[in-house]
Every structure is written in structure tokens, then in C-alpha cells.
């Protein structure tokens, strides 16, 4: 019996509960027409466009190398089982808590359609995990900011302009993410892992080099470390200060309870004579 005869028996079986996608494949199978492909096969490609651009970025900057896939890590990073990794995802958007991960960038986009409609302009996008209300003038279309190759390209960008202010680049990571001091550090810690991690998948997948980080590395390492001590050294130095104001504080109420003390004992002998 040919292909074409047993699609269509088996087309005829289907008609009472009619599936497109089994309809589909029947008539594929009838016609030779090639199938859809597995979900699986565009999600293996998303999740290796930003790792892409951010090796991309480092390649045509002086960012050093794993810095930037590693803040996306940091920044929409979920775990790959095909790969056993954490990648970061073209398609995440977070309005507050976790990051949410789509399968799509049109989902994604509408969800960010959906917030801002409600009013909600703090959201993220993207690789980078780009703040809509902060930089969201920088791209000409919500479609544009989650774009890869545009996405990347600003956060890069907005890394060396940091690099710039700071002449760190312990500094530009951290401020990246924010300005405050404990959520800098806490950043900081995420950072670190995801570096470790992105330098691994690098020499495991041998892909090409890019800048080395090794110095810049120990550089970042030692940076944080003479700014551990100096905050440190400016907690202890404000302990003193404030023991030493106690200290001098009680001394002076001391002496003034003495004083009123003395004169009191003083009228009393006055009196008494």
C-alpha cells in the first residue's frame, strides 16, 4: 500500500476530530512536503543569540572578555538542559521579582505592551535586561530593545560609559545595576559566578579568544578587596569617633555632677557655720 493510500485512510479517521497539526503532518507524509520543525530546534537558536552579541561586543570593544555575557548571565541568564549551562535569554522581561522568560520575542513583546498598558513603565528587556523608563528612548521601537544585536549594543555602550566615569571596571559592573552600595556588592557576587561560569563554557566550547581577562581578573579581585578594606577602614574609623564622643560625653556630664555636687556640699558647710 503507497504512503499516499495509508494518509489518506488515516485522514478520513481525523476528520470527526480534526487536528491542523496532525492534518499537517498527514498530508506532509502524503505529498513529501518537509514537516515543522521541533519546538526544541528554535529554542537551542535563541538561546545562542546573546551569547553571540555579547562575545560579538567584546570582540569589537575594549570590554574584557566574558565581562558583558556574564552580566547577561546575571541579567536573564536561565539553565539550558541541552547544554548544562546557564544562557542568556533574547526574551525575558521583569516588571519587579523574577524575570519572566518567553518562548518568543513577539510574547515577550506583548507582555511588555500589556505592563505599560496597565501603566507600568519600570520594566526590562531584553539580553541586558535594558529598564524601559531609564534607556528607553534609545531604541526607536519596543520591537527595537528587544533586538539582540541593539540590545547588546547599547548595554555595551552604557558599560564603557560607566568604565569611563568610574576608571574601574569592578565599578562599571557594579553600577550597571545600581548605585547603591549593598545592592552594587550583592550584584557584584552574581557577577562573579557568572564569570567563572561563562570563562568555563568558553574553554569547554572552544570558541575563538577574545581579550584576556586573566589580569583584568586579578585587577577586579584586588579593586574589591582595597575597597572591602577601605570601607572597612571608614566603619572603624566612625566606631572610634563615636566611642571617643561617648567617652568624652560621659566625661563632661562626670565633671559637671561633680561640680554641682561640690557647690552643694559647700552651701551645706556655709550653712552650718
Known sequence: MSSVSIAL??????????????????LALAVGLPQAPAEAEPLASASQLCLDQTMRQER????PAHVLTAISMVESGRWDGARQAR?????TVTNGGSGKFFPTKAEAIAHARALQARGEWNIDVGCMQINLHYHGDAFATLEKAFEPKANVAYAAEFLMNLHRET??????????HSRTPHLAERYMGKFRIAWREAEEFAVVANLPPVT????????????????????LAEQEAEREAARAYAEDWRA???????????ARAEGEGDNAS
Open 9 to 26: 485512510r488515516l485522514f478520513r479517521r481525523v476528520l470527526a476530530r480534526p487536528s491542523r497539526v496532525v492534518v499537517l503532518g498527514l
Open 60 to 63: 569589537l570593544t575594549d570590554i
Open 87 to 91: 544562557v542568556a535569554w533574547p526574551w
Open 167 to 176: 576608571g574601574s571596571w569592578t565599578q562599571a559592573v557594579s553600577r550597571y
Open 212 to 231: 584576556d581577562i586573566k589580569a583584568e581578573a586579578e585587577a577586579i579581585a584586588a579593586a574589591r578587596e582595597a575597597e572591602r578594606a577601605r570601607l
Open 252 to 262: 563632661e556630664k562626670v565633671r559637671a555632677w561633680l561640680a554641682r555636687r561640690d
